[in-house]
Structures are given as C-alpha cells and as structure tokens.
C-alpha cells in the first residue's frame, strides 16, 4: 500500500542552524500539508501546497519557513534560523483530491 | 476557531469494555475525522464521517455526528490491549483548494489487559 514517507526521522541541531525536513507524499497525490506537534500538546496545521503554490498558511508558519517541491516526488519544509521552541514533530501529509489525509510518520526535531 | 475538543481527556477501560470519546467543535464543517497516534509516532486515519451523515461502522469503530450539537463520538467495541493510543478528532472546512486539518489535544486511551 503507497505511503507517505519523512527523512529524517529524527534531527539534533544548534538554535541557528537550518534544518531541511523532507516528505515523499504519495506519486499521486496533489495536495501536500505540513503539521507540527509540540511534545505533549495538539496537533497543528503550518501549510498547505496545491499547484506549486501555498495554498494556505498558519500564523506559526512565518518568514522563517519554507516549502518547496523540488521535483516530482520530494516535498520539503525548510527552517531557516531554528529557535528552541521549534522543537516538535513534523508530520507531512498528502492528498489525492479526496478527502482522507494520510500523513507520514514524522520527523521529530529538537533543536538545542 | 473550529477546532475539534475531545473529552475525555485520559481514559482506562479494561480490555473487552467499550471505550467511547467524545469531540466538539465550533463552527460549520465539511466533515469530521478521527485519527489514532502511538506514543511517539505517526498519525493514522481511522473513520471519516461527513456533514450529511449521522452514524458510520468501520470493524470495531463507529462515529456518529451531530451537527446541531457540534458535536461527535467515537465508540471502539470489545476493546483490545493494542487499542491504547492517543485519540484525535478533526474537523474539516474545505475552502477552496484547502481542506486543513484542525486537531483537538486529543484523548489518551489505555486498555489494560
């Protein structure tokens, strides 16, 4: 059965530092979702992606990220100058057109 | 906001029993999903239920919504060791091409064996 996949699947960096968390989403689908989940707490949307463009965006995700679809098959969330409280989960997720998000199992960030 | 608000929020059945939790919500949805996470890790779809629907059965799970009440549960049957896991509702609004998830905080099930 297709499914999402994350690398890494954990990452240790310096405050400062940017990281690249990238997704393989399912060949085809069109619509591609970053979420982040805090240790503990809710599941949170950052961005969505239709189209090679965003299609949406949350206030968390500020001037400090960005997403990109490199080629056909990698979808990646960059941060650019990591802080602590950036530390979390990220989990991507893709959509054929539907309405079912499958998401990946994430990558877990800590950011020291 | 429209997110979804599970109670619960930790619950512990004995293995056999139903477990049932309970999500609302605030504003119109397209429909409402619930999703499961082992400790530590992935997000796994488990039911789907629509604005238009009221009930639906997946194996052992059955959701019901109540869009008067904002309001939706999630029942597991003869629950299983294997069932303990965090819990989440979300609810979705399609705008436009955008069909974002929005997550309670979710509910820890534990099913002792």
């Known amino acids: 059965e297709p499914e999402v996949t994350q690398t890494p699947s954990h990452q240790v960096t310096q405050m400062g530092q940017e990281v690249i968390l990238r997704c393989v989403p399912i060949?085809?689908?069109?619509?591609f979702y970053w979420y982040r989940q805090i240790l503990g707490q809710k599941v949170e949307f950052l961005v969505s992606?239709?189209?090679?463009?965003?299609?949406?965006k949350s206030e968390i995700f500020d001037d400090q990220f960005s997403v990109e679809r490199p080629d056909g098959s990698n979808f990646t969330l960059k941060i650019r100058s990591t802080k602590l409280e950036d530390s979390a989960m990220y989990f991507c997720?893709?959509?054929?057109?539907?309405?079912?998000?499958?998401f990946g199992p994430g990558t877990r960030l800590l950011v020291l | 906001s429209q997110q979804g608000e599970e109670d619960p929020q930790a619950l512990s059945i004995q293995e056999g029993e139903n477990a049932t939790m309970n999500c609302s919500y605030k504003?119109?949805?397209?429909?409402l999903q619930w999703y499961r996470q082992n400790s530590g890790r992935g997000l796994v779809h488990l039911i789907l239920?629509?604005?238009?629907?009221r009930e639906k059965h997946s194996g052992r799970l059955r959701v019901t919504l109540d869009t008067s009440k904002k309001s939706s549960s999630l029942l597991i049957t003869a629950s299983r060791a294997a069932d303990t896991a965090s819990y989440f509702c979300?609810?979705?609004?399609?705008?436009?091409?955008?069909?974002?998830?929005?997550f309670g905080k979710g509910i820890t099930l534990s099913v002792r064996p």
């Open positions: 997720a893709s959509i054929e057109g539907g309405e079912t998000q499958y």
């Open positions: 992606f239709y189209n090679n463009e965003i299609s949406e």
């Open positions: 979300a609810t979705v609004r399609v705008t436009g091409a955008n069909s974002k998830l929005t």
């Open positions: 060949s085809n689908h069109l619509y």
């Open positions: 239920i629509r604005s238009n629907e």
């Open positions: 504003t119109s949805i397209n429909n």
